[in-house]
């Protein structure tokens, strides 16, 4: 029943910006931590940035101070908004949350979205 979904990806320029947005619904009584990952052709998954429930961040070297990651836990989305976009961000970004349903506490992953950066 417990179901994320990821929007917001697209086609932009280099030093560009784009904000991804992720909602979660179904039965859910609370949310944990929350994150982005992305995963380009040929490469393994890497982690974008993750934010837990009080709001406490971390963000991989290759993003920082580009890329901020925020949350709203009312409405049960995590939102990244990535700035000074590089070539070399160009992925799938997948939505990552950590969610306590009715059969536990479980990872949950968003089906992608595809954010390419043009040089």
């Known amino acids: 029943q417990v179901q994320v979904v990821e929007s917001g990806g697209g086609l932009v320029q280099a030093g560009g910006s784009l904000r991804l947005s992720c909602a979660a619904s179904g039965r859910i009584f609370r949310i944990n931590d929350m994150g982005w990952y992305r995963q380009a052709p040929g490469k393994q998954r890497e982690l974008v940035a993750t934010?837990?429930?009080?709001?406490?961040?971390n963000y991989a070297n290759s993003v920082k101070g580009r890329f901020t990651i925020s949350r709203d836990n009312a409405k049960n989305t995590v939102t990244l908004q990535m700035n000074s976009l590089k070539p070399e961000d160009t992925s799938v970004y997948y939505c990552n949350a950590n969610i306590l349903g009715g059969l536990g506490a479980y990872d949950y992953w968003g089906q992608g979205t595809q954010v390419t950066v043009s040089s």
């Open positions: 934010i837990t429930s009080g709001g406490s961040t």
